[in-house]
């Protein structure tokens, strides 16, 4: 599967940005989805996760309460709203497809977009 992430950019510290990850192949329906980042000399960490048909999220602790994922199968896309940014959220940020209907920390992500880069400014 293919994926095209979108919608990162500049924002303000207590701002809002939406992420899109767009899929062009025939299994997005049936795999989890989730979403990585990696900041500026970090390793990249887990954000959120999504299953198969929407039922189940995961998140990190950091971003609870501020992200939310969601998926539309109808459009082969998965969503990242993303609010009350901080500066700390400053990183490029990957979506990912699982191998499997679920999509938690421990999941075998095996498809990868490329980045968006968002960045929070104090």
């Known amino acids: 599967v293919q994926l095209q992430a979108s919608g990162g950019g500049l924002v303000q510290a207590g701002g809002s940005l939406r992420l899109s990850c767009a899929s062009s192949?025939?299994?997005?329906?049936?795999?989890?989805m989730g979403w990585f980042r990696q900041a500026p000399g970090k390793e990249r960490e887990f954000v959120t996760g999504i299953n198969w048909i929407g039922s189940r999220s995961y998140y990190e602790d950091s971003v609870k309460g501020r992200f939310t994922i969601s998926r539309d199968n109808t459009k082969n896309t998965v969503f990242l709203q993303m609010n009350s940014l901080k500066p700390e959220d400053t990183a490029v940020y990957y979506c990912?497809?699982?191998?499997?209907?679920?999509?938690?920390?421990?999941?075998?992500?095996?498809?990868w977009g490329q980045g968006t880069l968002v960045t929070v400014s104090s």
């Open positions: 192949g025939r299994t997005f329906s049936s795999r989890g």
């Open positions: 990912a497809a699982s191998n499997g209907f679920d999509a938690g920390p421990s999941a075998d992500f095996g498809s």
